[in-house]
Nanobody, 127 residues
Framework: QVRLVESGGGSVQAGGTLTLSCAGSEYSYSAHYIGWFRQAPGKEREGVAVIYVGVGTTYYADSVEGRFTISQDPAKNTWYLQMNDLKPEDTAMYYC????????????????????WGQGTQVTVSS
């Protein structure tokens, strides 16, 4: 059974760096996307970064391209989101989730098809 747990959130000043972790239960994730999403108060959940686990292909939202990097340690079933040059608008609850690669019809950067959401980890960026 897939279970994902996020960690690593915190409070930083603008321009700072945080690295989030998403630890997965024992399972074969090779045919899955792992996505990082975020949700700020009063806003819809949005996709931030996604990785196709079996291949390593990555996808990023325009708002974080060049600042955030998604990576993985397959041996540990753990995925990371390194966030550099953080901005106040990056403040949100960050979640990771998994999507079967055979789920088609929607961009990998939207919620559709993602399951097994973690509990989230809060990131707060002050100006």
């Amino acid at each position: 059974q897939v279970r994902l747990v996020e960690s690593g959130g915190g409070s930083v000043q603008a321009g700072g760096t945080l690295t989030l972790s998403c630890a997965g239960s024992e399972y074969s994730y090779s045919a899955h996307y792992i996505g990082w999403f975020r949700q700020a108060p009063g806003k819809e959940r949005e996709g931030v970064a996604v990785i196709y686990v079996g291949v390593g292909t990555t996808y990023y939202a325009d708002s974080v391209e060049g600042r955030f990097t998604i990576s993985q340690d397959p041996a540990k079933n753990t995925w990371y989101l390194q966030m550099n040059d953080l901005k106040p608008e990056d403040t949100a609850m960050y979640y990771c989730a998994a999507r079967d690669v055979f789920y088609r019809g929607y961009s990998v950067l939207v919620q559709a098809g993602y399951n097994n959401w973690g509990q989230g980890t809060q990131v707060t960026v002050s100006s």
